[in-house]
């Protein structure tokens, strides 16, 4: 021992023969001691040098005894104590695999067994009972926190000395002898310990220990039997008689076999003699016949396996070991038991349990408590049932709560099996545990069907009822057999579980039997596919429908004179405070419910919602000015009705690089809640299953070592599917055969009657049949199912050959030829071709594939299975293919090809075969030149989802080419594009952009190192890239010239030119020398202008990227339509009256947005050609349309800027893109835009 511990100890005192003199630091030495165990190390050293001085026995069991007085050191005692005697299995979490850890396992858990038989004394457990039941007295007034803590460390104490396993190589003890577990039980009733446990159990202002009482009683009853301590002190029964003159019968018959066994084995001449016999029909090693060179009489027991050594079995493989048997304890100790069950009952067991329950239920307890609460329900239940039946004394557990409770423990046991295999030995104990729990109250109901009382055999009717209603208490017996695996559950548990089946089976028996029909609840679940989440049905928005909302929306509103109700009023709230979107990005989303509300016609919501979104975002009037009058509110509502805005969606969806994708099928489960009449019989089918019948005769195999109750509900399993069933060739397997060979050899066959019986009658049964099906004796070698049961009693094919359809030679031909023709082709099914080609239309697809197969023209039927996914049209007709050519040379120019081609199809079919048509067809070469077309900073914002205000008003302008077009392209676009007016502004701004490059004042010199370079990508044909970087740099300078706070900037490319020249590496060699930083990590996309680059530095920089003249020379002699000097400056002329013109056509379209918000756009647009010209430049005009420019592209933030900001919105969601505007016979499509300019503006 450690020399402090050693100390220590010998401080605490001595014992002097029976008396113990403590020393005067035994108080602290006590302490110590609990701090030593606190700090020890994972061997639990101080705990082993601790029990191997024996320093409970010795010193502090005498210290308690003859020194209890002394409180403080009785306190620290009971804790040390208690510390000492926690189980082995707390100690070190769980029994170790390490060797070295295994011995010190090994060691605490004999030290606990020492402490244990030293506890085993009534002055002990008198002085606990002493005081605990001083303790008790007082009342919870008087009770202090320190009295409280005592009360459970002596109720701790107790229940860690109970659990204490017995040492089985110490107690070889028979029945009826007292082991240390009865004289610690004895200590326990002598002393009057309990009592207390009793009154702790039903005193009400004691609930609160009610757990560690039921641990007490649980770990007193641990090696008991419910029937052993019913017949304590009682005179055997006749039953029990006769049951022990069957076993002395059947040992006595065994005894007498072996006898003549031996008498037979016995030559009649000497051993010497013994002989050699040649074996006819047994091979040996060789061809020849095997030679047997031993006595003749042991010849049946021969086998070639004997003297090889025995295969050892995997662990994995191994059959799960039975827990330890029970035994008898002492007579005395079983009547004291006996006593405390009958007390318990009549006065502690509703209310325990109940409370017990209820802590389990709110989850006050610790993990597995519940096991107590299992065990507690099927032991008192079961002493309950054998000591004079009284239904009042459990009623607390006899309920419907109860068999769901059970039943849903015994579901997570079995899940917890399967998941967490190193414990598996432990959930399978408590399975066991909670299917015994379960078992006992079916034995319990069935015991109330016996009642005299009328009222106790209706709730039992009640009951009953109730459990066979239900689908999971019918099922919960088949479903455990048809899952039981013997390498991690115990024979003892299929033994209750067959017992269980048989109880149950027979009650639903009997209930049927009274009754005339039986209705029960069936559940069906349904598995239905679905193409990702299925989108909620949206309010119809075609033109009609939106003309009928508003009609009533708008009559609506006149009616109530734009009046709302103060509910409206205050409790309208347009914007979500929660949200991680700020409120400033929420302005859209507030425009989206205003929509929405118009949409189902809620006229006063849209309004109030519009007028507290003006509250919150006043600033732009994008819902209204102020002082709004009614008829504007009005015609807002309009606009917003008939607008397309973009809706966010909680999870947006990543688009695959292949548009042609299909989202994956996911299954969904339906439960279907129904009820049916219920049929026994039926309902016996589903048990005819190999793995049900199985387990059944797996727990025959040791049919000697069954109860004659277990062997005969095997038996009757059997014989309802053999008789009642006629499906007696399930059990025609040739392990059935050799168990039902031993039955029938057994010298004590005669004990077994019901089995021989039954054995006799499976045999006579299988001969029969062998005389007729010549395969029978090889069908012995596997189990069957259903359908091989009846091919082997019926008839092999029987009913396949009666339905088989017949084939002539000319069908076979015509079916050969029409498959050879089509077998290639670009059909997607090739069966569904070849059946409206067939001449017999009798023909389905079935008969077809299987014709196929059979004519060897295809491997399996897998090779033809239907395809699910995408539309069901298949074939393509002429007049579609023409269509699809005629719609893809119209639309193969469009950013959306195979979208357009989509929407105008007339057939409707999936993207994947539109594609694959369109492949074939030859109008594309690949994949690729059908993906969208999107540049970087609109993807993922295509479809109008997930985007802010400023994404949405950004992507309005995204199309804005940064290049300067050539003008003779552009007269001829002008009346083939649909969107002519946007594009003739888009190209007056772009070219003023270039414009107000040129001319801005270059005062920093031309950065030299960078100049190289800018030729470069001169001579490459990069200008427009270069004037986009150009005009990017000067903006950037401009606004941090403004604002104090600089940010990095991106650059966006909104051209396909641009978007090329991000991809091009003397670009982007460009980029680096100009100090522009690349995208750093996954959530960037742009290059970036870092924020720490100065105004003078950016405006050096766009400087820099001037084009030198001797480039601007070779550019204009590179020029394809070779202009002159003077024509170029005659470009420059127009290019100022074009900034003009832009102005002027947004005023344009403003007025008539007042006038006519129906009128046509394109008039418009063809007043003001791009071949018209003014003479009035100033240069007032072109920094404003400049400055307007740069605004759409940026950030709202901007508020110095505010006032000349402009917002567009697309208010058509009809309008369709790609329709042609000079087509007078198809119906005009119109768009309508609200435009907001500056005061300025309309002066212009």
């Known amino acids: 021992m450690n020399c402090e511990l050693l100390a220590t100890c010998s401080a605490l005192g001595y014992l002097e023969e029976d008396t113990y003199h403590k020393e005067a630091d035994c108080l602290e030495s006590v302490k110590d001691l609990i701090r030593f165990l606190r700090h020890e190390d994972d061997t639990r050293d101080v705990r082993q040098q601790l029990g191997a001085g024996q320093i409970v026995q010795n010193d502090l069991l005498p210290i308690i005894i003859q020194h209890g007085q002394d409180k403080a050191l009785f306190d620290a005692c009971i804790r040390l104590m208690v510390n000492l005697t926690q189980p082995a299995m707390l100690c070190f979490g769980k029994v170790p695999d390490d060797p070295v850890f295994r011995h010190h396992y090994l060691q605490v858990t004999s030290h606990l067994q020492a402490y244990k038989e030293a506890f085993a004394s009534e002055a002990v457990f008198g002085i606990l009972s002493e005081t605990l039941y001083t303790l008790l ?5 008087q009770r202090q926190e320190e009295d409280t803590l005592l009360i459970e460390r002596i109720l701790l104490l107790v229940r860690n000395v109970l659990h204490v396993p017995a040492d089985p190589g110490e107690e070889k003890k028979v029945d009826d002898d007292a082991s240390i577990h009865d004289r610690l039980l004895w200590a326990i009733h002598m002393s009057g310990f309990d009592d207390l446990i009793k009154f702790l159990a039903s005193a009400q202002s004691e609930q609160q220990w009610s757990m560690h009482v039921l641990e007490i009683i649980s770990l007193m009853f641990r090696d008991q039997t419910p029937e052993a301590l019913v017949s304590a002190g009682q005179a055997r029964s006749a039953e029990e008689k006769h049951r022990d003159c069957q076993e002395l019968e059947a040992l006595r018959q065994k005894e007498h076999a072996a006898k003549r066994s031996r008498t037979l084995q016995r030559g009649t001449r000497h051993s010497r003699f013994g002989g050699s016999y040649v074996v006819e029909g047994l091979k040996s090693i060789g061809e020849r016949d095997m030679i047997y060179h031993r006595n003749v009489h042991n010849f049946k027991s021969y086998t070639h396996d004997t003297g090889k050594a025995v295969r050892r079995v995997p662990k994995r493989n191994r059959q799960a070991r039975e827990c330890k048997d029970k035994r008898r304890s002492a007579l005395n100790v079983r009547l004291f038991l006996r006593e405390f069950c009958v007390d318990f009952l009549e006065n502690c067991y509703n209310r325990l349990m109940y409370l017990v329950k209820e802590s389990l239920v709110r989850e006050q307890t610790q993990q597995h408590d519940e096991t107590y609460y299992l065990w507690a329900l099927s032991f008192f239940m079961a002493f309950n049932r054998g000591n004079g039946f009284r239904a009042d004394l459990v009623s607390e557990t006899m309920s419907i709560r109860a068999f769901h409770y059970i039943e849903r423990n015994i579901t997570n046991y079995y899940e917890m099996l399967l998941t967490d295999r190193k414990e598996a030995t432990s959930w399978s104990r408590r399975m066991h545990l909670a299917l015994k729990a379960y078992q006992e109250l079916l034995l319990t109901v069935n015991q109330m069907d016996c009642s005299q009382d009328e009222s106790i055999r209706q709730s039992s009717s009640v009951i009953k009822c109730n ?28 033994k209750d579980l067959v017992e269980s089946t048989h109880l149950f089976l027979r009650m639903l028996e009997r209930f049927c039997k009274g009754r005339r029909s039986l209705m029960v609840q069936k559940k069906k679940v349904r598995r239905r596919r679905s193409r990702g989440k299925k989108k909620t049905s949206a309010p119809e928005t075609s033109p009609e429908a939106l003309a009928e909302t508003w009609k009533i929306v708008e009559e609506e509103l006149k009616a109530s004179g734009f009046q709302l109700s103060e509910s409206l009023t205050e409790g309208t709230v347009p914007f979500d405070a929660t949200s991680e979107t700020p409120l400033e990005d929420q302005r859209t989303e507030a425009m989206v419910r205003v929509q929405d509300a118009l949409l189902v016609r809620l006229a006063p919501e849209a309004l109030g919602l519009l007028r507290a979104a003006r509250e919150v975002w006043p600033e732009g009037d994008v819902f ?9 509110e009005l015609e807002l509502l309009k606009q917003i009705l ?25 299954e969904l489960e339906s439960v279907q809640i129904s009820e049916k009449e219920f049929n026994f019989l039926d309902f016996i089918k589903r048990f005819a299953n190999p793995s049900v019948v199985r387990p059944y005769l797996l727990l025959l195999k040791s049919y000697s070592e069954n109860t004659p109750h277990t062997n005969h509900c095997i038996a009757r399993m059997l014989h309802r599917l053999a008789v009642d069933l006629k499906m007696d060739a399930q059990i025609f397997q040739l392990s059935v055969f050799n168990l039902f060979n031993k039955i029938l050899s057994d010298p004590a066959a005669a004990a077994y009657k019901e089995l021989v019986t039954f054995a006799k009658f499976v045999l006579n049964r299988f001969f029969s049949l062998a005389a007729q099906n010549n395969k029978a004796y090889v069908e012995l070698l596997f189990w069957k199912n259903v359908g091989a049961v009846c091919e082997m009693t019926e008839g092999y094919n029987k009913d396949r050959e009666e339905t088989k359809p017949t084939w002539t030679e000319e069908e076979e031909e015509e079916l050969r030829n029409l498959y050879t023709e089509h077998r290639y082709s670009d059909v997607p099914d090739v069966v569904e071709t070849l059946l409206p080609l067939l001449s017999n239309s009798n023909r389905t697809r079935r008969h077809v594939v299987t014709q196929l197969v059979h004519m060897g023209l295809v491997e399996n039927a897998k090779a033809l299975k239907k395809q699910k996914k995408g539309t069901q049209i298949v074939l393509w007709t002429e007049e579609q293919e023409e269509e699809l050519q005629m719609l893809y040379e119209e639309y193969k120019d469009s950013d959306d090809v195979l979208g357009d081609l989509l929407k105008k199809l007339t057939a409707k079919r999936s993207r994947a075969r539109v594609v694959d048509k369109l492949l074939s067809m030859g109008l594309v070469s690949e994949r690729r030149e059908l993906y969208k077309k999107r540049s970087r900073s609109t993807h993922g914002k295509s479809s109008g989802k997930g985007m802010t205000e400023e994404d949405f ?14 003008r003779d392209d552009e007269d001829k676009e002008e009346d083939e594009s649909e969107e002519s007016e946007e594009e003739e502004v888009q190209e007056r701004e772009t070219q003023n952009g270039k414009r107000r490059s040129q001319s801005l004042p270059s005062t920093v010199g031309r950065i030299p190192d960078v100049s190289a370079m800018v030729s470069a990508l001169l001579q490459k044909g990069m200008s427009g890239p270069l004037l986009w970087l150009q005009n990017s740099l000067y903006k950037t300078a401009k606004d941090r010239q403004t604002d104090e706070l600089a940010q990095d900037v991106p650059l966006l490319p909104l051209s396909d030119e641009n978007d090329d020249a991000m991809e091009n590496k003397s670009f982007l060699g460009l980029l680096r020398k100009l100090r522009i930083r690349p995208p750093q990590n996954n959530q960037e996309c742009f290059w970036r202008i870092p924020a720490h680059i100065s105004v003078s530095q950016l405006q050096s920089a766009a400087a820099a990227l001037s084009p030198r003249e001797e480039d601007r020379e070779q550019d204009s002699s590179r020029s394809p ?6 024509e170029e400056e005659e470009e420059e002329e127009e290019e100022v009256s074009g900034e003009q013109r832009a102005q002027a056509l947004r005023a344009l379209l403003l007025t008539r947005k007042r006038k006519h918000p129906n009128s046509e756009h394109t008039a418009a647009a063809s007043d003001f050609s791009p071949t018209e010209e003014t003479d009035h430049p100033p240069e007032r005009s072109r920094e404003k349309t400049t400055t307007k420019r740069s605004r759409v592209l940026d ?25 042609d505007r000079e087509d007078v016979s198809a119906p005009v499509k119109r768009r309508r835009k609200f435009v907001l300019i500056d005061e300025e503006d309309d002066e212009d």
């Open 467 to 494: 459990i066979f209603y239900l689908m999971e208490y019918r099922d919960i017996f088949l479903t455990l057999l048809r899952k039981y695996d013997e390498t991690k559950q115990p024979q003892s548990y299929l």
């Open 953 to 966: 008003i950004d992507e309005l302008t995204q199309d804005l080419p940064d290049d300067p077009v050539d």
């Open 642 to 666: 008939h607008a397309n805005l973009p809706r966010s969606s909680p999870e947006p969806a990543a688009e695959e690089e292949d548009d042609a994708a299909e989202l994956e099928e996911e």
């Open 137 to 141: 007295q007082l009342d919870w007034e």
């Open 624 to 632: 209204g000015s102020a002082d709004v009058e009614p008829e504007e």
């Open 1121 to 1126: 339509t070779g202009e002159s000097q003077e």
């Open 1195 to 1219: 950030d709202d933030d901007n508020e110095e800027d505010e006032d000349d900001s402009a917002m567009v919105i697309d208010l058509d969601p009809n309008g369709d893109p790609d329709s």
